[in-house]
């Protein structure tokens, strides 16, 4: 079993910046590929941003590129989301997820989950 746990949301102005953090236990092989998903209230879960185990190979949203980083610690096991320039459009709650597979960004295909942490970007 892998257990991720977020941590690091928030609550923060328009143009502010939060990291997000989630760390990974149990069968850590398990996450060979982490990513981050978000949910904004009367939305689909949407793809945000992915990382492979060497952190050599990273995906974004379109809508996220150029202002979110993601990157992973040097134990493998805990991976960030650097949010920059937020914009009120960005809040939801963001889900880390793992999987064995290659990076992707159908959330069919990661079968560990957090249990989220909510971004709150005020205008």
Do not use: H
Request: aromatic share 12%.
């Amino acid at each position: 079993q892998v257990q991720l746990v977020e941590s690091g949301g928030g609550l923060v102005q328009a143009g502010g910046s939060l990291r997000l953090s989630c760390a990974a236990s149990g069968r850590t092989f398990g996450t060979a590929v982490m990513a981050w998903f978000r949910q904004a209230p009367g939305k689909e879960r949407e793809f945000v941003a992915a990382i492979n185990w060497s952190g050599d190979s990273t995906s974004y949203a379109d809508s996220v590129k150029d202002r979110f980083t993601v990157s992973r610690g040097n134990a493998k096991s805990t991976v960030y989301l650097q949010m920059n320039s937020l914009k009120p459009e960005d809040t939801a709650v963001y889900y880390c997820a793992g999987t064995l597979g290659r990076i992707n960004a159908y959330a069919g295909s990661y079968p560990y989950w957090g249990q989220g942490t909510q971004v709150t970007v005020s205008s």
